[in-house]
């Protein structure tokens, strides 16, 4: 079974500061993809980033970076610089296929 | 070019009732997939439609099911609802290909009492 953890409901920061947000998951797949979603008070649901699970180099985009780690089954989120824009929950999910599985997320709030 | 539309985005109805919630998906994407989001939950996958095929479908009863049209447009209903069946729900449109970004709409509320 496709299984993703996020131990951490919820977390705060100080304005540009940074902050790290954990997902552990579990698959027997070798090919598949990792995602970051963002979900601000709006609903919409926004990418933040994606790994490719057969890359070794993290992905990175702009002020957010994961650090993962494939044989540990570990993808977490760094948001450096935090903006109060950042508010919102974070769901990390696995994606193999069309098919997605979340994590039950994580609420952030940076705090001014 | 336009984003995923899902309509209507709020709902409220009683016990018993059936409803059903339309999702348009991304021009020229063929993979639409519906979640239910809850507070505690996450979300939980439904079901994915592709080309107007069920290829995937979560642990749900069978009051939960959905169709989708040639044009992709994707319709769920719920039949018999019930408490429990007050969630966001979540429609993600993506295109062929594997593992590809998923993009989501803004969610049909839906609140039942």
């Known amino acids: 079974a496709q299984t993703v953890t996020q131990s951490q409901p919820e977390m705060s920061v100080q304005e540009a500061e940074t902050v790290t947000l954990s997902c552990t998951y579990d698959t027997s797949e070798n090919n598949y993809y990792l995602f970051w979603y963002k979900q601000p008070p709006s609903r919409q649901m926004i990418l933040v980033i994606r790994q490719e699970a057969y890359k070794q180099q993290n992905a990175t985009e702009n002020r957010f970076s994961v650090n993962f780690q494939k044989a540990a089954k570990s993808f977490s989120l760094k948001i450096s610089d935090s903006q109060l824009g950042d508010t919102a929950m974070y769901f990390c999910a696995f994606g193999t296929g069309n098919q997605f599985y979340f994590g039950t997320g994580t609420s952030l709030t940076v705090i001014p | 070019k336009a984003g995923v539309t899902q309509t209507p985005r709020y709902l409220i109805k009683t016990r018993g009732q059936q409803v059903t919630l339309s999702c348009s998906p991304i021009?020229?994407?063929?993979?639409v997939s519906w979640y239910q989001q809850t507070p505690g939950q996450g979300l939980q996958f439904l079901f994915e439609?592709?080309?107007?095929?069920?290829?995937n479908k979560g642990n749900f009863p069978g009051r939960f099911s959905g169709r989708q049209f040639s044009n992709s447009r994707s319709e769920m209903n719920v039949s018999t609802l019930e408490l429990g069946d007050s969630a966001l729900y979540l429609c993600?449109?993506?295109?062929?290909?594997?593992?590809?970004?998923?993009?989501f709409g803004q969610g049909t509320r839906l609140t039942v009492v």
């Open positions: 439609y592709f080309s107007e095929t069920q290829r």
């Open positions: 993600a449109s993506s295109s062929l290909g594997k593992n590809t970004e998923a993009f």
């Open positions: 021009s020229g994407h063929r993979s």
